[in-house]
């Protein structure tokens, strides 16, 4: 068996490692793994307005400072 | 005869340098990837293959478990492209190295043992003792548990490289016996013939399932340990 003859082994292992553990994994990742397209919930989109739509405090009349 | 048997198993080596490295990073590098939407067919199939393991594997682990699903993907492709590609004529396989193998198999073995020692360490005692033991029989079972939890990872790399060797003599004594019959009898060279594409048949199957049981084997250890 030629398999047992240990002179080989550590560039074997050397090499099995790194292309399993780095070079493998970074293809794996590089994979554009997308997922398949769906509805997006209305909600979420906030329309913006540049005006506010509802009086806040401190436009608030009767917040204002008191004489 | 036998030095010629066993010659395919020899580490290649090309003037002196062992292009092993070659040979091992080869499959990593004809396998490509793009970032398109739209790809060609090879990385489809890829993309595919890769779902199709993670979704097969990975249902039974728990949300730890499931952070080793790149490892195990990676896994299977490699032992699978590195077999069949050993399956084509003039080529070395380096899944026949225990070596390699070895290489392959502890260190998986070992990052899920440490896992269970660290974040189940009850759990993982208890695998030491099977329940409702007899107390005269305890220290000798733990100590055959604690063998055979040591084992597991040399029974993982030595049933692969068992495997792939044993399937790789086969065809070549196959093959031999074919070329010396065609000379002598050919309805005898026929039938030995027809034998060596069943066992060629077959050999792409034990490719394939093996690099599957490899992994499958991890994902239990891992199972075991999360």
């Known amino acids: 068996m030629p398999q047992l003859d240990t002179s080989t082994w550590f560039t074997t292992v050397l090499a099995s490692s790194i292309t399993l553990f780095i070079l493998m994994q970074l293809k794996i990742s590089f994979h554009d793994l997308h997922k398949k397209p769906s509805n997006k919930y209305l909600k979420l989109f906030k329309p913006t307005n540049p005006w506010e739509q509802k009086w806040t405090k401190i436009y608030s009349p009767l917040s204002l400072p008191q004489p | 005869m036998n030095e010629n048997l066993f010659s395919s198993f020899i580490t290649p080596t090309l003037m002196g340098l062992p292009i092993i490295i070659l040979i091992i990073m080869f499959p990593p590098v004809i396998m490509t990837s793009s970032k398109r939407l739209v790809n060609n067919r090879f990385h489809t199939f890829q993309q595919w293959l ?12 728990s949300p730890k478990g499931r952070t080793w699903s790149l490892m195990l993907a990676s896994l299977i492709i490699f032992i699978g492209s590195t077999n069949l590609l050993g399956l084509l004529p ?3 396989t380096p899944t026949t190295q225990l070596s390699m193998n070895l290489g392959m198999a502890i260190p998986p073995w070992a990052g899920a043992v440490i896992l269970g020692f660290r974040h189940k360490m009850k759990d993982s005692l208890a695998h030491f003792l099977p329940q409702g033991t007899p107390i005269p029989l305890i220290p ?7 063998i055979s939890l040591f084992i597991q990872p040399m029974a993982l790399a030595v049933r692969l490289t068992a495997n792939i060797t044993a399937g790789h003599l086969l065809m070549h ?18 039938i030995t013939f027809i034998i060596l594409i069943m066992l060629t048949i ?11 049981v490899f992994t499958l084997l991890v994902s239990l250890y891992l199972h075991d340990n999360t």
């Not at chain 2, 000798?140 to 604690?146: C, F, Y």
């Not at chain 2, 093959?175 to 005898?188: D, H, N």
């Not at chain 2, 077959?202 to 599957?212: D, G, N, R, T």
């Open chain 2, 173 to 190: 004594l196959i093959g031999g016996a074919t070329l010396v019959l065609t000379s002598i009898s050919l309805p005898t060279a026929m």
């Open chain 2, 90 to 92: 003039h080529t070395f």
């Open chain 2, 50 to 61: 890769i779902k199709l393991i993670t979704k097969q594997m990975m249902a039974i682990h």
């Open chain 2, 202 to 212: 077959l050999e792409f199957a034990v490719a394939l399932i093996q690099a599957y």
């Open chain 2, 140 to 146: 000798m079972l733990v100590i055959i548990e604690t």
